[in-house]
């Protein structure tokens, strides 16, 4: 082992406990059967695809093999990698109460179906780190008052003060649960079904390295490491961000690649830009971070047909270390979380983005201050929904408008990540919603194959259109070396209802400018802004909706964009 990760375990550990979990590591990485590297780190052709393991059923197959042949059918050859969400036994959250992290659920197929996957695509598993469910074996032992067990899992007192610690949720931190020892109050950091571990314990991040490196052995590149910024609690602290979580992510970092050269950790951090930030640390932590401020500031500007803040934020994006990239999407299995706009976006926007959401039939999710007080928290709604209309009501152009979200996604610095219930323009989920009572359900619709084919029968019906068209920009995307995930990025205000950013290649060999009208009405603008010299014609990529060349001018229709090859630059 590395003398890189025992001096990280010795900044969270004493020594003589680093002594012997250094032993236990080494002797598991003596037994892993490594993988060799690739030639590159990042490549245009990485997008990711996040899909649930039944997010596509059919009676006569697991439904991991039938994600497999959708993405066969419809996808081929257009993504580079699937984040799996949990698909291990579960007890609640859809999935996110894993009660056994080293079996495939029954209900979603086995590892052979894992392995498949993993032949025609790069797959990213989740390690849900934090917490697990009440009814783990582990969680047993500790009710039972039984090693090990019973020395897994967070507690405090129940008179202890918990109110500076941040909350991502609105529930009780310590929930109460009787024991062979007596009352024991466990912190539960997002539901009493999660139960928090207790990483003080050198024995639970040994159980979680081991499990990381069983990941990799069946057939995971990356990992997606699920709120990793609540994992250390130090009763007095915010119990977010602390030195000993980033030490830690540092340590599954450094042990993976010594298994798997070029394997990646995404980090998920649903926080303020500077927060998120920090998870890169010196180029020695998180390979990948989510972009989490693009979903709500690029709502906000469709919304309000205004791209100030949505601009001015993409301009402030700072380079990242060498090898280090952003994940950029708009919709996920989540919400459009509200924290990572805080300090962007004024109340009053974000009052209008919330608003909007209401009025097009989503929801919205409360967190608990330090305070008492309830702040908002996510918005819940299918982002195909979100894109109904804006602050003066719904309107005709949801397709335009959803389709214009997915190509500034698509085109920003880093890797994309396409939701799967995106690429079929998926509505609220109204009757999933009635059904659990929890507000994300409203964008987690599961499909059956014939569903699907239903929906995609029609080749001028909207979910064709959609799919057609993102499914185009993918082709044009991975030709283009300035689309690197760490190609070089800038943007500028040309007017309040454009969104234009230009791409530059690493080697300078290729520079494009991608243009995107925000609003419901026709811009003009002077092609000297673009960089564009001379009025001859533009070497045009990707174009969808009207975008007329008038010589010195261009002039974009309601919700057009364009990709323009800048042939002048050398």
């Not at 009352?183 to 009493?192: A, E, G, I, L, P």
């Not at 930030?277 to 500031?297: M, R």
């Not at 996920?332 to 209401?358: F, K, M, W, Y």
């Not at 929906?455 to 690197?484: N, S, T, W, Y």
């Amino acid at each position: 082992m590395s003398e890189r990760i025992r001096s990280l375990l010795e900044t969270v550990y004493d020594s003589a406990i680093v002594d012997e979990l250094s032993a236990r590591i080494v002797a598991r990485l003596d037994g892993a059967a490594t993988k060799p590297a690739r030639d590159a780190k990042w490549s245009p052709s990485d997008v990711l695809l996040i899909a649930y393991p039944n997010a596509i059923q059919e009676d006569d197959e697991p439904p991991l093999r039938s994600l497999r042949r959708f993405l066969q059918d419809h996808m081929s050859g257009l993504i580079g990698q699937v984040h799996l969400l949990p698909f291990f036994p579960y007890t609640s959250d859809d999935g996110f109460a894993v009660s056994d992290y080293r079996l495939v659920d029954d209900a979603h197929g086995d590892w052979s179906d894992i392995h498949g996957l993993s032949e025609d695509v790069e797959l990213v598993f989740d390690l849900v780190i934090n917490h697990a469910s009440s009814a783990h074996d582990f969680f047993q032992q500790f009710l039972d008052d039984k090693p090990p067990g019973n020395r897994f899992f967070k507690t405090a007192e129940a008179s202890v003060d918990v109110s500076n610690v941040t909350r991502p949720r609105a529930s009780p931190l310590l929930q109460p649960f009787d024991t062979a020892g007596g009352t024991r109050h466990v912190w539960c950091t997002f539901s009493r079904d999660q139960v928090d571990w207790d990483f003080s314990n050198p024995d639970v991040l040994y159980e979680f390295i081991d499990i990381m490196v069983s990941y990799i052995e069946n057939g995971a590149s990356w990992m997606r490491i699920d709120a990793i910024a609540y994992l250390w609690k130090e009763l007095g602290t915010s119990c977010v961000h602390l030195p000993q979580t980033h030490a830690i992510v540092k340590v599954l970092r450094a042990v993976a690649e010594q298994v798997a050269p070029d394997f990646k950790i995404l980090t998920e951090t649903n926080v303020p830009l500077e927060e998120n930030l920090s998870y890169f640390g010196d180029g020695d932590e998180a390979h990948i971070v989510y972009n989490f401020s693009l979903p709500p500031l690029l709502l906000h500007a469709l919304m309000t047909q205004n791209t100030t803040a949505l601009t001015q934020w993409c301009g402030s994006l700072p380079v990242l270390p060498d090898g280090c990239t952003f994940l950029n999407f708009v919709a996920s299995h989540d919400g459009v979380g509200l924290r990572p706009a805080e300090g962007i976006l004024t109340t009053t926007q974000l009052n209008e983005l919330v608003e909007c959401v209401a009025s097009f039939g989503g929801c919205l999710t409360h967190r608990t201050r330090p305070d008492g007080s309830l702040s908002p928290y996510e918005a819940n709604i299918a982002f195909f929904d979100a894109c109904r209309g804006t602050v003066d009501g719904i309107d005709e152009w949801q397709v335009e408008r959803f389709l214009v979200s997915q190509g500034v996604m698509l085109s920003m610095a880093g890797v994309p990540a396409l939701y799967y219930n995106s690429l079929l323009s998926a509505p609220n989920d109204l009757l999933g919603l009635e059904e659990t009572g929890r507000n994300r359900t409203i964008n987690r619709t599961k499909w059956t194959r014939t569903e699907i084919d239903e929906r995609l029968a029609d080749p001028a019906g909207q979910p064709a259109q959609v799919l057609r068209v993102i499914k185009e920009m993918l082709r044009v995307r991975q030709q283009q070396p300035a689309f690197h995930p760490e190609a070089l990025q800038s943007c500028w205000l040309a007017d309040p209802r454009l969104f234009v950013i230009r791409r530059t290649s690493r080697l300078g060999d290729q520079q494009l400018c991608c243009v995107y009208n925000l609003s419901a009405s026709s811009v003009l603008f002077s092609k000297s802004e673009l960089g564009v010299k001379g009025t001859g014609p533009l070497d045009v990529l990707f174009s969808h909706g009207e975008v007329v060349d008038k010589g010195t001018d261009l002039v974009c229709s309601p919700y057009a964009m364009v990709w323009i090859a800048l042939v002048a630059y050398q």
